[in-house]
């Protein structure tokens, strides 16, 4: 792999870092209550994560003389503008698993430069664990008896 493609993919983990929807949502703030406050301190944590290993990634992109090409947000993530937290949840936990997901292919391309993949293995395991805090937010429902069928139900 050349350098210049080593550039290429330490600048698509930077994006992620830079651009992930929980970045989105520390700046364009959803609607909380406060039940929702230690879910805000999570996405704070994993914000300050994802802001140390993107100077990181910076950090290794410029050491090879590169550029550095973060992209933007997305324009979709927009119509999330105003929306309450709990119902973002599922979605920041879609994105992270999403996240999670370019990580492990970026991992797979830096097979040939052991540092580079070194960094990307160790922003992909922040990534896991960000995931696993997410989730611990998710509701939990009990499964329902065999037989219950709640579609039969009406409000």
Same mark, same amino acid.
């Given at each position: 792999?050349? &350098?210049?493609?080593?550039?290429? !993919?330490?600048?698509?983990?930077?994006? /992620? %870092?830079?651009?992930? *929807?929980?970045?989105?949502?520390? +700046?364009?703030?959803?609607?909380?209550?406060?039940?929702?406050?230690?879910?805000? &301190?999570?996405?704070?944590? /994993? !914000?300050?994560?994802?802001?140390?290993?993107?100077?990181?990634?910076? #950090?290794?992109? $410029?050491?090879?003389?590169?550029?550095?090409?973060?992209?933007?947000?997305?324009?979709? =993530?927009?119509?999330?503008? #105003?929306?309450?937290?709990?119902? *973002?949840?599922?979605? *920041? !936990?879609?994105? @992270? @698993?999403?996240? /999670? %997901?370019?990580?492990?292919?970026?991992? $797979? +391309?830096?097979? $040939?430069?052991? @540092?580079?993949?070194?960094?990307?293995?160790?922003?992909?395991?922040?990534?896991?664990?960000?995931?696993?805090? *997410?989730?611990? =937010?998710?509701? @939990?429902? $009990?499964?329902?008896? #065999?037989?219950?069928?709640?579609?039969?139900? !009406?409000?």
């Amino acid at each position: 792999m050349t &350098e210049a493609n080593v550039i290429g !993919v330490l600048n698509r983990l930077l994006a /992620i %870092e830079c651009y992930s *929807l929980v970045n989105y949502v520390s +700046e364009a703030p959803p609607w909380t209550h406060p039940g929702n406050k230690k879910l805000m &301190e999570a996405t704070r944590d /994993i !914000v300050e994560d994802h802001e140390h290993y993107s100077q990181r990634l910076a #950090d290794a992109i $410029e050491d090879r003389g590169g550029c550095l090409n973060t992209g933007s947000y997305p324009l979709t =993530f927009t119509s999330l503008n #105003d929306l309450a937290v709990d119902y *973002l949840l599922a979605r *920041l !936990v879609e994105s @992270q @698993q999403h996240a /999670i %997901e370019l990580n492990e292919r970026c991992v $797979e +391309e830096l097979l $040939e430069d052991p @540092q580079a993949r070194s960094l990307a293995s160790e922003v992909l395991g922040s990534e896991r664990a960000h995931l696993d805090i *997410l989730k611990e =937010f998710l509701p @939990q429902t $009990e499964p329902l008896p #065999d037989g219950d069928d709640t579609r039969s139900l !009406v409000a």
